[in-house]
């Protein structure tokens, strides 16, 4: 819907008459404009903070150039730009048509056919914008117009111009509707190397909403969703058979798991689905970096290296997620996640947001990628087993015995939280994560192909079971991400987000201690390996005592 031009507004932006506004969003002021030529046109006016930033026009400049490589084919055709101006803009093609939003929200949920076609009309652009080197960054069902019918993808790849201007972007502002980011979007470590498969998750929310009326991971609140996005399976409602499959698929925590936008058309069309353990299979086989324009073009990867790629994400249970929220604007979000650093100790405090938002300000964290040598060190020559690295840390352990890595020498006591991703290589091994250890005393998490287990050990005293059994927790060779979070001697244990332990830990004398890796021999035979990547471990800090004085 076009709306009258307000006081101040610009009426002419070089060889384009602006007619009314289309819309504004967070980069600027979407006009209809007619150029010389008698065309019309949408022209989107940068807003004036960001045009004073020379990093950002240059930035803009690059983008719009790359932008202009996409095939118009099922996207708004880049026509022209001047980043140079006092006010930067970009005109692209008018699209005269109702966005998905409306759609959906005058009509409802679309049926099988429609839904079908939006699906495959918004994966073919994505086809052609990552074809082009480009990520979107902000695809929701507002920036889906239907021309005669047939769905185009506007306002791609620019948006990327603003937020790797640093200047403009923090915590807790980001560019993007938080219904649709992909769960690295929340990490802002590595949110200016985000990839293409952070806009096929935003395909799996765009298509869950045209198929249900409602995003994948819809809750009351900004924080709830962002939540639900980082900790919970999506709910998929009335879509079914293959499409929901891809959905899913699409919708999968971590980048490396996510088809292409390409193997999405091809799906699509072909009207074939695969499981996940196929998906990650197929994965498994490709060369790395996995999937990324960024990865293979010099600006995408900035901070990252040649062949840098985002890595996995520790994932959390919903009130765990909840309690690592440092700060929430009123339309964005951000949250504690694992740096993508190897080998680092931070510390991290909690923003200046009011108290019962806050989460825990943590005395310190400890992060590790576990792809070589650092916090935790290679050991070989041993008959009982090995640690070695192998772009995870491998421990294998040929004796039913436990067979242990050493990571730092810190004691961790009190509140505390383990993020780690898991991975049994072998069926007759688990993976093991000891906590609170001092050696001969302490307990120990065991990630078995059949069970979770929780025990407590005790040399002197034998061991007492502290158990929770689930039916096939860890299947071999699928990395699972663990959380392991303890709060006034509670013990969560959740796996993909999914709570599979709880207990009390009754030891008080055990209030303390070291954070240990390793792995067991199930059958007694043989070897067995277990692996792990990606530990952050994180110490609450305590609020010294408060003394009330007598009035």
Avoid at 182 to 192: G, N
Avoid at 297 to 310: I, V
Avoid at 316 to 327: E, I, P, Y
Avoid at 377 to 395: H, K, T, Y
Wanted: with cysteine; hydrophobic share 40%; charged share 25%.
């Amino acid at each position: 819907m076009t709306t009258a031009l307000r006081p101040g507004d610009p009426r002419r932006l070089g060889a384009y008459s602006l007619l009314g506004r289309l819309g504004e969003g967070g980069m600027g002021t979407v006009f209809l404009g007619r150029s010389d030529a008698g065309r019309i046109v949408a022209v989107k006016v940068i807003r004036p903070e960001f045009a004073a930033e020379d990093e950002f026009r240059a930035r803009f400049r690059s983008e719009v150039d790359r932008a202009r490589q996409v095939p118009p084919f099922c996207t708004a055709e880049v026509l022209d730009a001047d980043p140079d101006h006092a006010t930067p803009y970009l005109v692209v093609e008018y699209v005269d048509g109702p966005s998905l939003a409306e759609v959906v929200a005058e009509q409802g949920p679309l049926p099988g056919t429609n839904l079908h076609g939006v699906a495959v009309g918004v994966a073919t652009a994505l086809t052609a914008i990552h074809g082009a080197g480009v990520v979107h960054r902000d695809l929701k069902p507002s920036n889906v117009l239907f021309s005669l019918g047939t769905p185009k993808v506007i306002d791609f790849g620019i948006a990327r111009a603003l937020e790797s201007t640093t200047r403009h972007t923090s915590a807790s502002q980001m560019v993007g509707s938080i219904a649709y980011m992909a769960p690295e979007r929340f990490d802002t470590d590595i949110s200016p190397v985000v990839g293409p498969a952070a806009d096929v998750f935003a395909w799996g929310a765009v298509v869950g909403y045209a198929g249900n009326g409602r995003t994948p991971f819809a809750a009351g609140s900004p924080t709830a969703t962002a939540a639900r996005i980082l900790t919970q399976p999506p709910v998929l409602g009335a879509l079914t058979g293959p499409l929901r499959d891809l959905v899913a698929h699409a919708l999968a925590k971590e980048p490396d798991d996510r088809p292409t936008a390409h193997e999405l058309l091809d799906a699509l069309l072909s009207g074939e689905s695969r499981d996940n353990a196929g998906f990650v299979a197929d994965l498994g086989h490709r060369p790395k970096p996995h999937r990324s324009a960024g990865a293979t073009t010099g600006p995408e990867r900035e901070d990252g290296g040649p062949g840098a790629g985002p890595a996995r994400r520790p994932r959390r249970r919903l009130w765990v997620a909840a309690a690592l929220v440092l700060a929430l604007a009123a339309t964005a979000v951000a949250l504690v996640l694992a740096p993508r650093r190897s080998a680092t100790r931070t510390a991290t405090q909690a923003s200046a947001a009011p108290p019962a938002a806050a989460g825990p300000e943590w005395s310190r964290a400890i992060v590790d990628r576990l792809d070589r040598p650092g916090l935790w060190r290679a050991r070989a020559g041993d008959p009982d087993g090995a640690c070695s690295f192998e772009s995870q840390l491998v421990i294998t352990t040929r004796k039913s015995i436990d067979y242990w890595c050493q990571g730092p020498d810190d004691e961790f006591s009190g509140d505390q939280l383990i993020t780690v991703d898991a991975t049994v290589i072998t069926p007759n091994a688990c993976g093991v994560i000891f906590f609170r250890d001092h050696g001969t005393r302490g307990y120990e998490l065991s990630l078995c192909s059949q069970e979770v287990r929780l025990e407590r050990y005790d040399d002197a005293e034998g061991e007492t079971l502290i158990r929770r059994t689930r039916d096939d927790a860890f299947a071999p060779g699928r990395r699972r991400a663990v959380t392991v979070a303890v709060v006034n001697d509670d013990v969560t244990t959740t796996v993909d987000g999914r709570t599979v332990l709880d207990a009390r830990l009754t030891d008080r004398s055990l209030a303390a201690g070291h954070v240990v890796l390793g792995a067991t021999n199930n059958t007694y035979t043989g070897e067995s390996k277990a692996a792990f990547a990606n530990i952050a471990i994180r110490e609450a800090k305590r609020e010294p005592p408060t003394s009330v004085q007598p009035s």
